[in-house]
């Protein structure tokens, strides 16, 4: 039998020669190839990259339409971006090699200024300068400035403002082509100029490139500059969106507001819908009527937002009417705002806080706002705390919960129609709110009141029995009584839960308990192979406590040797995976 050939390092490099030589001898000159094959030029032998540079300069004689050169130049301009940035890492090709290739990237160069300069007007730029200044980012970023700027006196100084919307047209971000415009034109004039020709011609590319001049003009030449406009604006009665493209370069204020007022209605209107504010310091009289307006507009999202990220005092009306409208724009009616865009948990729970260190708002009031925004508050760093009190403080409210969401056991009562939304908006609204409670009623600053438990738990269990909804509301104080603390023995339940399980006897009680210590501990974690020692550890604690309380609470100690068994048998189960686990291996 034949011996299998052994590779070696000089087997690998005589395949990898020989897969150069097929991929030069099939490139030809079409451009997409050229450019898959510049990404892989790296790579080569230096014996293999000095025919490809040969061939390449070839192919780019005999290359035709700008296209094709564009796509090869990006490819090569990348190339030696990317090697001369980090000159000095092994990986990088010597500098005479890439000087090479940089007269491969010049004639493929178009002729034109426009065509010849576009890229420099792309989000990719500042990665295809072909000599940049090694790792030094901000030199980098200067370059690509001097650069953009040179574009521009070279089309304008050729074509004037007309030449520059055609540029405009040509790259694939006009809005730096307009900042760049915008610094480097020597006289306001010729901005004014430049604004004049773009809004004669607006469209998807030259809108951009507008809004950018007006911007940065406003940068270079000040507020007054921009004023004297808006004040032609008026006067030579502008079209709307260029008179509102205007209005938006200026900083949001009372200042604006008044400029604002002497156009048409209409674009009073389209400003509110667009304009970007923010709670600067000193001028929050100006952020209070902006986000009245807001609201006014539809945008009770933004004005959310915006307050909630004010560091000054805010007025506790203008927040509960902030919050109530975002909830009515957003489509919610009220109910169940979960997923709703306009949404934000963090901005929710800031202008709740700032309610809350108000303290001027009524518990019922905020209450009202928890139920709104429920589904945002019930895993978020501000629960829905007034909610949950009420439900530990209230036993009718309690009861009332469990019926928006269980059906009378006997099934007597009519359901709301399947057309009915809103009523099972309710219901998943009132199952979040009891899925997600812990407070135990009677407890308070780590100490359970065994009378006040009792008296709440009789109360519950009454109205809950009269709705016909006795087994589903048992089961539901079970649950949150699983979150009761170890007594004063240190043993678990608290002697008031003990007492409440053995005066119930009540097996639904026991059920919940069980089921909201399972939702208590919830996920744990574990070595691969470690089994079931967390579980069994968990057994044994139970049992303890199983033994503490046989004497005196006997239906208690029961339940807990249940909870020890379901620990165990959970247990044996992380077992049997770890063992199958290790047999794989």
Known sequence: AKRPEVVTNGLILEGAVAVAQRLL?????????????LERYPSMTPESRAPVRTRLAAAVQGMVGKEAKQQVWKALAQLLHQHRSFPAQDWA????????????????????????????????????????AGEDWEANEAELANQ???????????????????????????????????????????????????????????????EALLGAGQERFGIAW???????????????????????????????????????????????????????????QDAVVGIERLIQAGRAGSALQLLASARTTVQSELLVKTLRAAAQSAGADDIDIQSRATMSQWAVEQILQKLDRAGDVPDSEIASLEWIYLALLSRSRRPPTV????????????????????KPSSGAEPQAKDGDERSRATAAQAYRLLDSWRQVPGLSDGRLDGIALKR?????????????????????????????????DGAWPAVAVREVIEETRSADIEIGVLRGHHAKRGVTSR?????????????????????????????????LRRMARAFEEEGRRHDVGAERTDWSF
């Not at 079209?239 to 009073?268: G, I, K, Q, Y």
């Open 527 to 559: 070595r691969v192979l470690e089994g079931g020692v967390q579980e069994r550890a968990k057994a044994a604690e139970f049992h303890a406590w199983s033994d503490a309380t046989r004497v005196e609470w006997p239906r208690t100690s029961s339940l």
């Open 148 to 210: 953009r700027r040179a574009a521009v006196t070279e089309v304008f100084s050729a074509q004037g403002a007309k030449g520059l919307v055609e540029f405009a047209r040509a790259v694939a971000v006009p809005g730096y082509l307009g900042v760049a415009a915008a610094k480097c034109l020597s006289r306001p004039e010729e901005v004014e100029d430049a604004i004049a020709e773009a809004r004669r011609q607006v469209d998807g590319q030259t809108g951009p490139f507008l």
């Open 93 to 132: 090709l010597p500098a005479d090699e890439l000087d090479r290739l940089e007269l491969v990237l010049k004639d493929l160069e178009p002729r034109e200024a426009v065509d010849r300069s576009a890229w420099l007007f792309s989000h990719e730029a500042g990665q295809l300068l072909p000599k940049p």
């Open 25 to 37: 001898e099939d490139v030809g000159s079409a451009s997409s190839r050229w450019a898959q094959l």
């Open 226 to 284: 921009t004023q004297k406009l808006i004040r032609s604006a008026r006067d030579e009665h502008w079209p709307d969106e260029d008179a509102l493209r205007l209005l938006l370069t200026m900083p949001a204020n009372s200042a604006t507001w008044e400029l604002l007022s002497a156009f048409p209605e209409a674009v009073s209107v389209d400003y509110w819908k667009r304009v970007h504010l923010f709670w600067a310091p000193g001028h929050e």
């Open 456 to 488: 709440w738990v009789k109360e519950a269990r009454e109205l809950c029995a009269k709705a016909d909804r006795a087994a589903v509301g048992d089961r539901n104080i079970g649950k949150v009584l699983a979150f009761s603390p170890a007594d004063a």
């Open 387 to 406: 909610l949950y009190r009420f439900m530990a403080s209230d036993p009718s409210f309690f009861a009332e919960i469990v019926c928006a969401v269980f």
